[in-house]
């Protein structure tokens, strides 16, 4: 059943006959910026990693999905599933149907609970009368096969002193075996929080504990809290979410939007920070959740939301983050991402040199601490992106590639200070580049356009450099 479609609000279960086809022909002709190992949508709009759930077996991750073009407009859960993050196939979806989702279903995170998947979810309704927004949260319950079983509404309307705005559910279990749910919300002064819900089992009604305080967050300006997620690592509680609206600063919170991550102690419902920072210090990353098996692995969205790329032209936009095992050191989140890769290389460079298939290869670059200049990529127009440490900063240009406007009204560089720079990790794929700095210290997740490029690395200084093959993925 459909019960809403009308303009972008479109689900899949209204598609013309092969409307969708001729959508994945004009992604096709996309022959510069496609990545390879990236978990990518077939067509339009990726946003979001939802779901993400190890099943004892697999993994599952779903994504935020409006398939018909590079927009936002009706979401749906794309649904994959995989053992070992390099081949995929798909389970059901998350198709907007039922009027608790009428237009669409945004984000949530999923528990296994009795054996299934149980998704917690966002519904995006918008009332028939007046266009009014009333978020619904609900939940789809999988079997471990990936098949939907069933869906329901469990709250139908923001609770008293806050907004439309109350989104992005994020279950877990406690240890007493009661599940409880941090949402994103707006209080109705305008201002960013996130809700802790708690219910008894899946039947019942779920109640409101509190707000989640996160002490000492500069929350000034902060007029929405996305994609809560929390969780414990190393003896210490995280949050991790993306506060939209903080200032711009010097070094940090340089994207329009941010994800950030508070770590400490939870007392009660407040969070005693340790540390606070940003989890990515590229120019596209957003809206990360994690996955539990013995480890903590994070998934982050390549991209911000109102942003355009130059991509959208092929009717595609964006992609998800390699999966990154999180570890706690020196009282700091540290990302180190989870891909094989082929027998590694080692070259000895000065000047320029061509590298065969540069463009979806993995490089490690041995700094010690020295200035760096390298420019990665060229082609006839002279784009290419720079990546240079000097004095304590490292930064990553991308001026001289293609950008969108609003990709160039946020700045064409993004710094990240350092105490000292001694290994860089990059992992290139064709129009994105994950750059893990002394072992996952820091991270820049960037995406770059240059078409028709010439896989050539230039550096003015010798640079010892380790390099090998990402096996792409595979969708079966
Ligand atoms: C974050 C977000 C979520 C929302 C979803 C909709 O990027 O805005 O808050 O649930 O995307 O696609």
């Given at each position: 059943m459909?019960?809403?479609?009308?303009?972008?609000?479109k689900?899949l279960h209204?598609?013309?006959?092969?409307?969708l086809?001729?959508v994945?022909d004009?992604?096709?002709?996309?022959?510069?910026f496609r990545?390879t190992?990236?978990?990518?949508?077939?067509?339009?709009?990726?946003?979001?990693?939802?779901?993400?759930?190890?099943?004892?077996?697999?993994?599952h991750?779903?994504?935020?999905w409006f398939?018909?073009d590079?927009?936002?407009?009706?979401?749906?859960w794309?649904?994959?599933?995989?053992?070992?993050?390099?081949?995929?196939?798909?389970?059901d979806m998350?198709?907007?149907?039922e009027r608790?989702?009428?237009?669409?279903?945004?984000s949530?995170g999923?528990i296994?609970?009795?054996?299934n998947?149980?998704?917690?979810?966002t519904g995006?309704?918008?009332?028939?009368?007046?266009?009014?927004?009333?978020?619904?949260q609900?939940?789809?319950?999988?079997?471990?096969?990936g098949k939907?079983l069933?869906?329901r509404?469990?709250i139908s309307?923001?609770?008293a002193?806050?907004t439309?705005h109350v989104r992005d559910p994020?279950p877990?279990?406690?240890?007493?075996?009661?599940?409880?749910f941090v949402?994103?919300?707006?209080?109705n002064?305008?201002t960013g929080t996130?809700?802790?819900y708690?219910m008894?089992?899946?039947?019942?009604?779920?109640?409101?504990?509190?707000?989640l305080a996160?002490e000492a967050?500069?929350n000034q300006n902060?007029?929405?809290?996305e994609?809560?997620?929390?969780?414990?690592?190393g003896?210490?509680e995280?949050?991790?979410?993306?506060p939209?609206g903080?200032n711009?600063e010097?070094?940090?919170?340089?994207?329009n939007?941010?994800?950030v991550?508070a770590?400490?102690?939870l007392?009660?419902?407040?969070?005693?920070t340790?540390q606070i920072?940003?989890?990515?210090?590229g120019?596209?990353?957003y809206?990360?959740?994690t996955?539990?098996?013995?480890?903590?692995?994070?998934?982050?969205w390549?991209g911000?939301?109102?942003?355009?790329y130059?991509?959208d032209r092929y009717?595609?936009?964006?992609?998800l983050?390699l999966?990154r095992?999180?570890?706690?050191?020196?009282?700091?989140?540290?990302q180190?991402?989870?891909?094989?890769?082929?027998e590694?290389e080692?070259?000895?460079?000065a000047?320029?040199?061509?590298?065969?298939d540069?463009?979806?290869?993995y490089?490690q670059i041995?700094?010690?601490?020295?200035p760096?200049v390298?420019d990665?990529?060229?082609?006839s127009q002279?784009?290419?992106?720079?990546?240079?440490?000097d004095?304590?900063v490292?930064?990553?240009d991308r001026?001289?590639?293609?950008q969108t406007?609003?990709?160039?009204?946020?700045?064409?560089?993004?710094?990240?200070?350092?105490?000292r720079?001694?290994k860089l990790?990059?992992?290139?794929?064709?129009?994105?580049?994950?750059?893990?700095?002394?072992d996952?210290e820091?991270?820049?997740?960037s995406?770059?356009?240059?078409?028709?490029?010439?896989?050539?690395l230039?550096?003015?200084n010798t640079?010892e450099?380790?390099i090998?093959?990402?096996?792409?993925?595979t969708?079966?």
């Amino acid at each position: 059943m459909h019960i809403f479609n009308q303009g972008k609000y479109k689900s899949l279960h209204a598609q013309a006959a092969g409307e969708l086809a001729a959508v994945r022909d004009v992604v096709l002709q996309d022959k510069d910026f496609r990545p390879t190992y990236h978990l990518a949508a077939p067509t339009g709009l990726l946003n979001d990693p939802n779901g993400l759930i190890f099943d004892g077996e697999h993994y599952h991750i779903f994504y935020q999905w409006f398939p018909y073009d590079a927009m936002h407009g009706m979401k749906h859960w794309k649904h994959y599933i995989t053992r070992d993050f390099r081949t995929f196939h798909e389970g059901d979806m998350l198709i907007p149907d039922e009027r608790f989702e009428s237009h669409g279903c945004y984000s949530g995170g999923a528990i296994l609970w009795q054996d299934n998947i149980v998704a917690f979810y966002t519904g995006n309704v918008r009332r028939a009368s007046d266009n009014q927004r009333v978020p619904h949260q609900n939940m789809a319950i999988f079997d471990k096969s990936g098949k939907l079983l069933e869906k329901r509404c469990i709250i139908s309307e923001p609770p008293a002193g806050y907004t439309e705005h109350v989104r992005d559910p994020k279950p877990f279990i406690t240890p007493e075996g009661k599940i409880r749910f941090v949402v994103g919300a707006q209080r109705n002064d305008l201002t960013g929080t996130a809700l802790l819900y708690e219910m008894d089992d899946l039947n019942s009604t779920p109640r409101l504990l509190s707000e989640l305080a996160v002490e000492a967050f500069d929350n000034q300006n902060v007029f929405m809290w996305e994609c809560p997620d929390l969780f414990q690592l190393g003896g210490k509680e995280v949050f991790v979410w993306s506060p939209q609206g903080k200032n711009r600063e010097a070094y940090q919170y340089q994207n329009n939007f941010h994800a950030v991550y508070a770590l400490g102690k939870l007392v009660g419902s407040s969070l005693q920070t340790d540390q606070i920072d940003e989890l990515d210090y590229g120019f596209d990353f957003y809206a990360p959740q994690t996955i539990e098996n013995s480890d903590r692995i994070l998934v982050g969205w390549v991209g911000l939301p109102d942003l355009q790329y130059p991509t959208d032209r092929y009717k595609w936009h964006s992609m998800l983050t390699l999966p990154r095992k999180l570890s706690l050191q020196n009282g700091k989140i540290y990302q180190q991402p989870l891909v094989e890769m082929g027998e590694r290389e080692t070259l000895h460079l000065a000047g320029e040199q061509p590298i065969a298939d540069l463009d979806t290869c993995y490089l490690q670059i041995s700094v010690e601490n020295r200035p760096l200049v390298l420019d990665f990529f060229r082609n006839s127009q002279g784009q290419t992106l720079r990546l240079r440490y000097d004095d304590g900063v490292l930064s990553l240009d991308r001026t001289a590639t293609e950008q969108t406007e609003i990709m160039a009204k946020f700045g064409s560089v993004r710094q990240c200070k350092l105490a000292r720079l001694d290994k860089l990790e990059l992992f290139f794929d064709r129009s994105v580049v994950e750059i893990f700095v002394n072992d996952g210290e820091k991270v820049l997740t960037s995406r770059f356009f240059i078409a028709e490029r010439e896989n050539v690395l230039i550096s003015e200084n010798t640079v010892e450099i380790e390099i090998a093959k990402v096996r792409a993925i595979t969708y079966k």
